[in-house]
């Protein structure tokens, strides 16, 4: 294995950590919540603002053995932490040829799934009953629509995208998504489509509901809002049209200390296609790992890290997380997580 960074090293460089110090604040795992497993990613569309670069040409796969080695963990330590919630990204996680084997084994052991879909995957063939097995293993599912408009969404997803996501979304609704009484949470994610931060969150939800019911006859529970984090294919936008460095600005001059308190990465941690493990998604696809070498090759850092099933949980509760620039864009004006806005 190559040598590992050295954590304090990488904070000499880095503006987020500098700010943490000097507001006399640090940033450590106080819990295991939350696993967070990218499954692979290969994805039926690519969007202009993915963090992860997913697509039909990406090949990256977590295999059955790599689950099974998983699994195995969390049996081993389940006493130890307190896992309530497995959650799965992409690339479109049901491409994954073991997708529905995964969910059932999470399930059984009566985990909390959360199934993060891009919606148009549930109109390719194949996946038409995915609706279905995702409402009998009671799945969480949060959905990608960054607008009610369709210009937008197609602005940033593709043509055509929004007429199949509003299709997806009705056949959800259809399967009891949505529905108070069935008790099937169906969460809808927003991404600016320029180069702002989102708006309030609930002043948002509210328009969003009223426009899909009004217009589509759509019903879900809550919106997400996420801001565009400046790296990988919105970071590429970002240095294509000039706008990185005044995005950066903009991000660093909203940070507001308060979301140091809630940010995702206190409560979780996020493991590669491989079994790898990072301190959040953004930190995986900037290949920060854990343990291992830094901003190495993508396929090098997730091949020669430590695995999850290489640490104990002691060993990841408590931990100083590694930061970047990037992480202002957790802490800027309300804050974004995994979960929407922190305030």
């Known amino acids: ?48 603002h993915c963090h992860v670069e997913a697509g039909p040409k990406r090949t990256e796969i977590m295999t059955r053995p790599v689950m099974q080695r998983l699994l195995g963990w969390i049996d081993q330590h389940r006493e130890q932490i307190d896992l309530q919630t497995v959650d799965l990204t992409g690339g479109a996680p049901e491409m994954n040829p073991d997708f529905r084997w995964l969910v059932e084994q999470l399930t059984q052991r009566g985990l909390h799934v959360i199934d993060r879909c891009n919606l148009v995957i549930l109109l390719e063939p194949g996946y038409e009953d995915m609706p279905r097995f995702l409402a009998d293993h009671r799945v969480e599912v949060t959905a990608s629509l960054p607008c009610y408009l369709q210009e937008n969404v197609d602005a940033q997803r593709g043509k055509g995208v929004y007429d199949g996501s509003i299709k997806a979304l009705q056949m959800l609704n259809a399967a009891g998504y949505g529905d108070p009484d069935a008790g099937l949470r169906l969460d809808l994610v927003y991404n600016p489509v320029g180069y702002g931060l989102p708006p309030a969150q609930a002043s948002l939800e509210a328009d969003y509901k009223q426009r899909l019911a009004d217009d589509w006859g759509i019903r879900f529970n809550t919106l997400w809002t996420i801001t565009n984090m400046p790296i990988k294919r919105f970071e590429h936008a970002l240095q294509r049209d000039g706008m990185y460095d005044a995005y950066m600005t903009r991000l660093r001059d909203a940070h507001n200390p308060v979301n140091v308190g809630h940010v995702m990465c206190r409560g979780l941690v996020s493991v590669g296609w491989r079994g790898s493990v990072y301190d959040c998604d953004f930190n995986q696809m900037l290949q920060m790992p854990l343990e291992g070498e830094w901003f190495g090759p993508e396929h090098a850092v997730e091949a020669d890290s430590k695995k999850l099933w290489d640490f104990t949980p002691d060993e990841l509760i408590g931990r100083r997380i590694a930061t970047g620039a990037h992480c202002f864009g957790c802490t800027a004006g309300a ?4 979960t929407g806005a922190l305030g």
């Open 1 to 48: 294995m190559t040598a590992t960074v050295s954590l304090p090293l990488a904070r000499d460089h880095d503006p987020f950590a500098q700010r943490l110090a000097a507001d006399g604040q640090t940033l450590s795992r106080d819990r295991l919540a939350i696993l967070q497993l990218n499954v692979g990613k290969m994805c039926n569309i690519a969007c202009h």
């Open 335 to 338: 804050g974004s997580s995994c």
